[in-house]
């Protein structure tokens, strides 16, 4: 339930992704938001007004000329009640008229009188791609961030009008995404924060190889959590089964050979590391080039392995070569002695700090329990969702006072 005591005002502009708001409101009634629905004229013409109060649960508001508030005054009210004004499709239209601070109708008319330090208006664009790239567009797109509007991306694809390219609002799961990052605190604004996620897989021949049960969950809950919290977020995953989070740059890796390359070309460029990764701790010494076959002897094949580098050992030992701009928080997967062996581990790889966890507890599940570990002691994250727990690990990640290189 992300959206816990939440009250959103979901406007509605005319447009065919009108029908994409029905699913939106549903979604964000299960995240546990309050929606009230308000419509221009035009979006009654794409799905009706019925739709939309039975899908929020409340009567929806559709003209300033609505009695039934006590002061007549629906603008006043609904903007006063409201923790942020979604209006999801915004046409080309209704945002020509926001940028313009005109009235006209109930909607853009409780967007003007919204308390603007208070409530933030965010605006899913939908259109044609013409319409979409045409420069009055982009110049009103720009005029409404700079007013303090957060204005989402588009999508890009078949349109409507059958025509293919951006401008298509986003999917309802990708909004919702974006509306519960809006409500957490900004404490890596800015940060560029590199993740290893996953574990990885080092090949015995083209068909078999090394690998463990760590599904990648933690680290990709973290790397939303990051995105949450305003980091630009670079993602370095083994071969996982999962979607990436929005916004995060997502770069797909196999080995710990490869996951250490790719994470060295980031590695610069970072301000923190997060290895989150279950890297394999061995790889074949002589990858076989064919499939291994059995002999007939009856006896296995002879594995040769080697030790794989420690990725984050290397990077956090690169980075205090040039003079430490990089902040290595490490994970240890136990399966008892926690904090011993954690605090070892910590020291081991020479980083600030560790998070440790019960492996068989962690692998494949959405809930986890963390300790997170640091020069001055151990701290208990107690059970919950990996999603909860990452949020609160950037938090206290972003208490470290973190330089940023530039
Ligand atoms: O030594 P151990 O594998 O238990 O250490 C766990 C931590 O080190 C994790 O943060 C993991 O991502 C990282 N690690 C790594 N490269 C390895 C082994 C572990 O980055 N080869």
Known sequence: MHLQGKHIVLGLSGGIACYKAAELCRAMVKEGATV?????????????????????????????????????????????EADAVLVAPASADFMA??????????????????????????????????MWSHPATQRNVAQLRADGSFVLDVG???????????????????????????????????????????PTFEAMDPVRGISNLSSGKMGFAI????????????????PVALASPRGVLRIDVRSAQDMLQACQAQADASDILIATAAVADWRSADAAQHKIKKDGSGLPPELHLVENPDI??????????????????????????????????????????????????????????????????????PRNSKIALARQLIARIAQYGIRTIS
């Open 223 to 238: 790397a939303r959590a990051a995105r949450e919290a305003g980091a630009q977020v670079t993602l370095v995953a083994g």
């Open 36 to 80: 009230q629905v308000v419509m221009t004229e035009a979006a009654a013409q794409f799905i009706t007004p019925v739709t939309m109060q039975a899908l929020s649960g409340r009567p929806v508001f559709d003209s300033q000329w609505d009695r039934r508030p006590d002061n007549n005054m629906a603008h006043i009210n609904l903007s006063r």
């Open 312 to 381: 984050l050992a290397t990077l956090a030992a690169s980075a205090r070569g040039r003079s430490g701009a990089l902040f290595c928080v490490g994970f240890a997967a136990e399966s008892q002695n926690l904090l011993e062996l954690a605090s070892a581990k910590r020291v081991r790889k020479d980083i600030p700090l560790i998070v440790g966890n019960i492996g068989p507890q962690t692998f494949g599940q959405d809930n986890n329990a963390l300790l997170l570990i640091d020069a001055q002691g151990a701290t208990e994250l």
């Open 97 to 130: 008229k926001l940028l313009h601070g005109r009235a006209d109708d109930l909607l853009s008319l409780l967007c003007l009188a919204r308390p603007i330090a208070t409530v933030p208006l965010l605006i899913a664009p939908a259109m044609n791609r013409e």
């Open 156 to 198: 890009a694809g078949d349109q409507a009008c059958g025509e293919q390219g951006d401008g298509r609002m986003l999917e309802p799961e990708e909004i919702l995404e974006d509306l519960i990052a809006h409500f957490q605190p900004k404490v890596l604004q800015g940060r560029r924060v590199l993740i290893t996620a996953g």
